[in-house]
């Protein structure tokens, strides 16, 4: 076999590509004398298990421009994208993995645990939402790429300085990502465009469980409406930790279904949202979210500042709500229970619901904000139609409760007890 250096220097891919290849069903790398450095994406089998001491750093060479891992797949170009995606050269781009690998050959049970993926961003070509440059096929700047996946563990990991997403999935089912440490600390060219965890369309049963660290966009996004467009059903994310992050969740669909979401024990401070449900894409909206659950939240506003060499280009009043409902959206059922706000940076609505949004079940339980700043702080400001609202055991202090600029057909409101 080829050797394996690990001395940062030596390019290591082939020699761990020989080892994946070996027909063992798991790896497990020594810790490097440096770090391991590769210039090629490792492409891991069905029924393997790739293994790296925890703090063991594999880094992208300069200039390699391609994602660090994937699963193995079958090259079959065909052009499978909605005709809609081709109009823009950015959307074609990312999403250029479903034209370009034969969605015939999925792979299944699929594990890498431990390890600092490093994605050295700053050698890599820019981020092409700002250069557009689409010169190399390959390179969206994602650090993993998992496609037609059944049964992925991801876990005991950390993911450095994506030049976009750190982990990029799509219709992958019966997966698990935990104990994920992100690290970010630069942007190429800006801070902008680095989610955590990125879905695309068609994932289920998955499970988040345990993520922590500073995201210069959503920490955790289920968009529907991209790559291949389909349904995200069942998932549960159980644990988000993070300080001054754009956001915590992002749910998004045009024409697709997004139902059965468990959002659960968020912390943080994030200047854009905490949780939002999103529409984005032009278009009529003919999806729908249903069963989506937010519950054990514990978050606050964040200024719009990135720490270090950068500065946040985005103004103050771009931000929104902490729990934002964008507008020309629809919702089945959507449950918040145990909210609660300490907030003395920016005075957002608490929970918001925009224009021409219908929600057919509003129900929100055992919420808490207390207001630390000189401006007021609506805990719900609807402007959409809301069929059926319960507000129960909410306490906002003096601040108001309700702001109805839309429709709200039946109202129920259990106020918090006063103690005298």
């Given at each position: 076999?080829?050797?394996?250096?690990?001395?940062?220097?030596?390019?290591?891919?082939?020699?761990?590509?020989?080892?994946?290849?070996?027909?063992?069903?798991?790896?497990?790398?020594?810790?490097?004398?440096?770090?391991?450095?590769?210039?090629?994406?490792?492409?891991?089998?069905?029924?393997?298990?790739?293994?790296?001491?925890?703090?063991?750093?594999?880094?992208?060479?300069?200039?390699?421009?391609?994602?660090?891992?994937?699963?193995?797949?079958?090259?079959?170009?065909?052009?499978?994208?909605?005709?809609?995606?081709?109009?823009?050269?950015?959307?074609?781009?990312?999403?250029?993995?479903?034209?370009?690998?034969?969605?015939?050959?999925?792979?299944?049970?699929?594990?890498?645990?431990?390890?600092?993926?490093?994605?050295?961003?700053?050698?890599?070509?820019?981020?092409?939402?700002?250069?557009?440059?689409?010169?190399?096929?390959?390179?969206?700047?994602?650090?993993?790429?998992?496609?037609?996946?059944?049964?992925?563990?991801?876990?005991?990991?950390?993911?450095?300085?994506?030049?976009?997403?750190?982990?990029?999935?799509?219709?992958?089912?019966?997966?698990?990502?935990?104990?994920?440490?992100?690290?970010?600390?630069?942007?190429?060219?800006?801070?902008?465009?680095?989610?955590?965890?990125?879905?695309?369309?068609?994932?289920?049963?998955?499970?988040?469980?345990?993520?922590?660290?500073?995201?210069?966009?959503?920490?955790?996004?289920?968009?529907?409406?991209?790559?291949?467009?389909?349904?995200?059903?069942?998932?549960?994310?159980?644990?988000?930790?993070?300080?001054?992050?754009?956001?915590?969740?992002?749910?998004?669909?045009?024409?697709?279904?997004?139902?059965?979401?468990?959002?659960?024990?968020?912390?943080?401070?994030?200047?854009?949202?905490?949780?939002?449900?999103?529409?984005?894409?032009?278009?009529?909206?003919?999806?729908?979210?249903?069963?989506?659950?937010?519950?054990?939240?514990?978050?606050?506003?964040?200024?719009?500042?990135?720490?270090?060499?950068?500065?946040?280009p985005k103004k103050v009043e771009q931000t929104y709500p902490l729990i934002w409902v964008q507008g020309n959206t629809a919702v089945g059922t959507l449950t918040l229970r145990d909210l609660h706000r300490h907030e003395s940076t920016l005075p957002r609505d608490t929970v918001f619901v925009g224009e021409n949004t219908t929600v057919d079940r509003l129900i929100i339980e055992n919420a808490t904000t207390e207001n630390g700043?000189?401006?007021?702080?609506?805990?719900?400001?609807?402007?959409?139609?809301?069929?059926?609202?319960?507000?129960?055991?909410?306490?906002?202090?003096?601040?108001?409760?309700?702001?109805?600029?839309?429709?709200?057909?039946?109202?129920?409101?259990?106020?918090?007890?006063?103690?005298?």
């Amino acid at each position: 076999m080829q050797q394996l250096y690990g001395d940062g220097i030596h390019d290591d891919t082939l020699a761990i590509q020989e080892r994946i290849d070996s027909g063992a069903c798991e790896l497990s790398l020594p810790a490097p004398k440096a770090f391991y450095l590769i210039s090629h994406p490792l492409e891991l089998p069905s029924r393997f298990r790739l293994v790296l001491p925890r703090f063991a750093e594999i880094r992208l060479a300069d200039g390699a421009n391609c994602v660090m891992v994937r699963n193995k797949v079958v090259y079959d170009h065909a052009r499978r994208l909605a005709e809609d995606a081709y109009a823009d050269p950015l959307t074609a781009h990312l999403w250029g993995y479903v034209d370009d690998y034969s969605p015939d050959h999925p792979c299944r049970d699929i594990e890498i645990c431990g390890g600092i993926w490093n994605c050295n961003n700053m050698g890599q070509i820019p981020n092409q939402t700002f250069s557009k440059d689409y010169s190399v096929r390959e390179f969206c700047g994602y650090g993993m790429l998992f496609y037609n996946v059944k049964g992925l563990k991801l876990s005991h990991m950390t993911l450095k300085d994506p030049t976009r997403y750190a982990i990029t999935m799509a219709t992958v089912s019966y997966f698990t990502v935990e104990d994920i440490t992100f690290d970010f600390n630069k942007g190429n060219p800006y801070p902008l465009n680095m989610d955590g965890v990125h879905l695309d369309g068609n994932c289920h049963y998955g499970t988040f469980r345990d993520l922590r660290g500073t995201c210069y966009d959503d920490l955790i996004a289920l968009n529907a409406h991209e790559g291949s467009r389909g349904p995200i059903t069942n998932i549960r994310i159980d644990g988000i930790y993070a300080e001054e992050c754009h956001s915590a969740v992002r749910l998004l669909l045009v024409g697709e279904r997004v139902e059965n979401i468990h959002i659960s024990n968020v912390f943080g401070t994030y200047y854009q949202y905490c949780v939002g449900i999103s529409k984005f894409y032009p278009g009529k909206t003919t999806g729908k979210y249903d069963g989506i659950t937010l519950d054990n939240i514990y978050a606050a506003k964040a200024l719009p500042v990135r720490k270090g060499d950068f500065q946040h280009p985005k103004k103050v009043e771009q931000t929104y709500p902490l729990i934002w409902v964008q507008g020309n959206t629809a919702v089945g059922t959507l449950t918040l229970r145990d909210l609660h706000r300490h907030e003395s940076t920016l005075p957002r609505d608490t929970v918001f619901v925009g224009e021409n949004t219908t929600v057919d079940r509003l129900i929100i339980e055992n919420a808490t904000t207390e207001n630390g700043t000189d401006e007021p702080m609506t805990f719900l400001h609807n402007k959409g139609s809301i069929a059926y609202l319960s507000l129960s055991n909410v306490d906002c202090g003096e601040d108001e409760m309700l702001v109805n600029e839309g429709e709200i057909k039946t109202v129920k409101i259990d106020k918090s007890p006063k103690t005298v």
